[in-house]
């Protein structure tokens, strides 16, 4: 491992401490800030919020990453609300979960129950940023992310073809499809060809 990469994960790890060490609901936010995963933390010996993002973030122990679902490499932000009740936290995961689609399509395998009304706004809570800010605006860039994307959704087919074919991979598939359009589109505008030479 290079010496910039040693550096990223310390960056990383250093900013997950900024996170609180309790039971509660995480989102994990891409490099424009948009969450793309949520999820929820008991507080026990192995298991916390902060334990939970680091292990998402940094290893390939997480269940969403193993399966190919979520690209740890466009994780650049970090939201979190402590909550200790369980019932309490299972409804703001499945509250915030359905805000958020809302907006942009999550990376999540299952769908969490609604019980009660939506959210209209976001409730505040803790907010980190995982990446530095040079690294950030270097992957913000379509012609790194766009290929990158492309990778992401031919591994989780190949894994869906492969390894194992599941409903909730299905779903996934079909979110990293629009995100991949997207930055196609983004691509294509941001990266003209040069100009052709005129032909006598």
């Known amino acids: 491992m290079d010496t910039s990469q040693v550096n990223l994960q310390a960056y ?111 409730p505040t809570g803790e907010r980190v940023q995982v990446l530095p800010d040079d690294v950030l605006q270097v992957r913000r860039d379509p012609a790194i992310r766009f290929p990158r994307q492309s990778q992401q959704f031919n591994q989780l087919l190949d894994y869906i073809l492969n390894t194992q074919d599941k409903q909730h991979l299905r779903r996934a598939l079909q979110v990293h499809h629009a995100r991949l359009t997207h930055q196609l589109r983004n691509f294509l505008t941001t990266h003209a060809p040069p100009e052709a030479e005129n032909e006598e």
Request: aromatic share 8%; with cysteine; charged share 25%.
């Open 12 to 122: 990383k790890r250093q900013q997950v401490r900024l996170l609180p060490d309790v039971a509660g609901v995480y989102a994990l936010c891409d490099l424009d800030g948009v969450p793309i995963y949520v999820g929820q933390a008991a507080l026990t010996a192995d298991a916390s919020i902060r334990k939970r993002i680091q292990r998402h973030i940094t290893s390939a122990r997480s269940d969403i990453i193993a399966n190919r679902q979520l690209d740890v490499w466009e994780v650049a932000f970090v939201q979190a609300w402590p909550v200790a009740e369980v019932t309490a936290r299972k409804e703001l995961e499945a509250q915030l979960f359905h805000f958020f689609e809302r907006e942009s399509q999550l990376v999540n395998g299952s769908v969490p129950r609604l019980s009660g009304l939506q959210l209209t706004e976001v």
